[in-house]
């Protein structure tokens, strides 16, 4: 990246706290994000599995800094620090779903109920509205995960079902509550 591309991203404070800054994820993140995914308090609330480690995720960020499906991958940083990221994803192949997308989010533990994942929200929420066009955002949470349902809820997201064991979470099936955010037709 050539160093007036590196000037050009764009960064976004906190009001709230200014040393919490949103950016867009880069391929120098993976060690920051294989910390994040190793840590106990945030991989069993994912669909990510122990161990992983930098070069996978030097991978993953590769392709999805590379993608031209118009995904897009935030992080917040205090400090230098990641603490925490959330991405739109797109749903699939088919032109009859541009409308949608999947988000998906994780926080450090250490940093959950400190405006983090409310200000990746806003990031995100702003960016599927005003730049995407979007009328539907789509995510899976843990049916016991209330902080972030009540998170989700803040920003117009509702319950659409259950999903009855789901996933493998240490070695015990678990339900997967389906939400979204419907925007009314343009």
């Not at 935030?74 to 541009?98: K, M, N, Q, Y």
């Not at 079902?161 to 015990?172: I, N, P, Q, T």
Request: proline fraction near 5%; aromatic fraction near 6%; glycine fraction near 10%.
């Amino acid at each position: 990246m050539s160093s007036h591309a590196a000037g050009a991203e764009k960064h976004s404070r906190s009001p709230s706290n200014p040393a919490m800054q949103v950016r867009k994820a880069r391929v120098a993140d993976a060690e920051a994000f294989a910390l994040m995914m190793a840590d106990p308090g945030v991989y069993p609330q994912l669909l990510q599995m122990p161990y992983g480690d930098a070069e996978l995720w030097r991978q993953r960020l590769t392709q999805m800094c590379a993608s031209d499906k118009g995904d897009l991958l935030l992080v917040v940083e205090i400090d230098g620090r990641v603490v925490g990221a959330a991405g739109l994803h797109s749903t699939g192949a088919s032109p009859r779903r541009r409308h949608a997308m999947g988000l998906g989010m994780q926080v450090q533990p250490e940093w959950q109920g400190r405006g983090v994942g409310t200000l990746l929200m806003q990031s995100l929420c702003d960016y599927a509205d005003r730049w995407l066009g979007l009328s539907r955002l789509e995510l899976i949470v843990y049916t016991d995960n209330v902080r972030a349902q009540a998170l989700y809820r803040r920003f117009g997201f509702v319950d659409e079902g259950v999903h009855r064991s789901y996933a493998l979470r240490d070695g015990v099936y678990v339900d997967a509550l389906a939400m979204a955010r419907v925007l009314p037709r343009p």
